[in-house]
């Protein structure tokens, strides 16, 4: 079956500071995978998705970026966090091309707290 | 464009009472429509979808969702709330193509009282 792990769950960084949020997929080939921001009372920011190694696509401008340097591994990186990047983000992955009806399977999400 | 709406930021519902939680969206051709639960810090789960077919769908945990396209709702319902059922609960919409962008709705929140 498969998995998606995300870590860490929990993350407290002072402003200015670089982040690294990663998020790993098993028991699958060839994802779609997608970072997710989740603010209170607004729904569910998509980030970024990647259909394929080194192929990322940003939906927002924003301080942060996004790297897939193997087929299942997913991270998310900022040199220099804002106060705004605080939130709850959510690593996600879905079935490719034909095979996708858009059913998306979430991790755990990691907590980001900017100080 | 597609978009989603969920009518109530917070839902409470007395234990054993029915469950309603509304979505509406637009979509400029044939959605596919998701609803997901969250539990706090937790990830989203996915509930029960609609692809084609039969527009009454049953999901998990006795959740069901009927698309009517005259009313572009999708509505979700449950006969009998039980406690275990507070959580959050998005609604979400895509559409088929090789890249699926799906976009949720801001969320209910389910209270439900002993």
């Known amino acids: 079956s498969q998995t998606i792990h995300q870590w860490p769950a929990t993350l407290v960084q002072p402003v200015g500071s670089p982040l690294s949020l990663e998020c790993t997929v098993e028991?699958?080939?060839?994802?779609?995978l997608y970072w997710y921001r989740q603010a209170a009372g607004r729904g569910l920011q998509l980030l970024f998705y990647?259909?394929?190694?080194?192929?990322i696509s940003s939906e927002v401008p924003q301080n942060l970026s996004a790297s897939r340097p193997q087929d299942r591994q997913f991270i998310l990186s900022s040199k220099k966090l804002l106060l705004s990047d605080s939130g709850f983000y959510l690593c996600?992955?879905?079935?490719?091309?034909?095979?996708?009806?858009?059913?998306?399977?979430f991790g755990e999400g990691s907590r980001l707290t900017v100080l | 464009a597609q978009s989603v709406t969920q009518l109530g930021s917070h839902v409470s519902v007395s234990e054993g009472a029915l469950v309603l939680l509304r979505c509406n969206y637009s979509?400029?051709?044939?959605?596919?429509l998701f609803w997901y639960v969250q539990y706090p810090n937790q990830g989203l789960q996915l509930l029960l979808k609609?692809?084609?077919?039969?527009?009454l769908v049953k999901g998990i945990n006795g959740f069901e969702a009927e698309f009517k396209k005259s009313e572009t709702s999708f509505h979700l319902t449950k006969p009998s709330a039980h406690m275990s059922d507070a959580a959050e609960y998005f609604c979400?919409?895509?559409?088929?193509?090789?890249?699926?962008?799906?976009?949720f709705g801001t969320g209910t929140k389910l209270q439900v009282i002993p």
């Open positions: 996600a992955w879905s079935l490719l091309g034909g095979a996708n009806t858009g059913e998306l399977f």
């Open positions: 028991g699958t080939s060839n994802p779609n």
């Open positions: 990647s259909v394929g190694i080194g192929q």
């Open positions: 979509s400029s051709v044939p959605p596919y």
């Open positions: 609609y692809t084609t077919g039969a527009t």
């Open positions: 979400a919409v895509c559409h088929s193509g090789g890249y699926q962008k799906v976009t």
